[in-house]
């Protein structure tokens, strides 16, 4: 079955730039999406790329897809505390009843 | 705009009680599903519905039950609480293909 794999922790510096990373197995996926999830709520999209795309940038993300490799990474500059979260990869497909798979989750840790 | 709405936010069962989780979406979505998010497993499809009278299992339906009277409303049902079935719950809906999912902000429930 589909699989996606994320790295549990990351930690950083405030002022500099966060990379997460994820890896995929299913090679139909339509839809790549990262989404945060900050305590005690629910997941919020941050973003989303075409499986045709290599790249999408929107204010301080960056996301980029190597198809090849099926690797997704999320790239966020000037990492602010705010950005303490929760980030879950995931990814999807168009068939059927819109099946999305998430990753565990990397847990982002900003350091003042 | 409220989105998906989920109630309660919190709730402490006793083993074998039964329940229901409410889910709400205000957004004429077809698509509507139910997760379970344990610490470090990202999150895992309980069941789903493609539209009004329609429902299918997901990777972990065990335990649980649905309906889909409405559009807007898919409850989920505990009949026989156990404490396997400590989690945080999430609903999500999609108004269609290719469109990412709208979550709530979740249902914490313990069961003792």
């Known amino acids: 079955g589909e699989d996606v794999e994320q790295s549990l922790f990351l930690s950083v510096r405030e002022g500099d730039s966060s990379v997460i990373n994820c890896t995929y197995t299913?090679?139909?996926?339509?839809?790549l999406y990262w989404y945060k999830q900050e305590p005690g709520a629910g997941l919020q999209l941050l973003t989303y790329?075409?499986?045709?795309?290599d790249m999408k940038q929107d204010q301080r993300l960056t996301v980029l897809l190597n198809k090849k490799d099926k690797h997704l990474s999320l790239r966020i500059a000037d990492t602010q505390t705010g950005d303490s979260a929760i980030y879950f990869c995931a990814e999807g497909n168009s068939g059927g009843y819109q099946k999305v798979t998430f990753g565990t989750g990397t847990k982002l840790q900003v350091i003042p | 705009n409220a989105g998906v709405t989920q109630t309660p936010k919190f709730r402490i069962l006793k083993i074998g009680q039964s329940m229901t989780l409410q889910c709400a979406q205000d957004m004429n979505h077809n698509y509507m599903y139910w997760y379970r998010q344990d610490p470090g497993m990202g999150l895992k499809l309980i069941y789903y519905?493609?539209?009004?009278?329609?429902?299918d299992k997901g990777e972990v339906p065990n335990g649980y039950n649905v309906s889909r009277s409405t559009t807007e409303d898919f409850p989920l049902r505990l009949e026989l609480a156990a404490p396997s079935q400590t989690s945080v719950y999430f609903c999500?809906?999609?108004?269609?293909?290719?469109?990412?999912?709208?979550f709530g902000d979740g249902t914490r429930l313990s069961i003792l």
């Open positions: 519905s493609v539209g009004a009278g329609i429902t």
């Open positions: 790329i075409f499986s045709n795309m």
């Open positions: 299913d090679s139909s996926s339509t839809y």
């Open positions: 999500a809906s999609v108004g269609g293909s290719n469109q990412p999912q709208h």
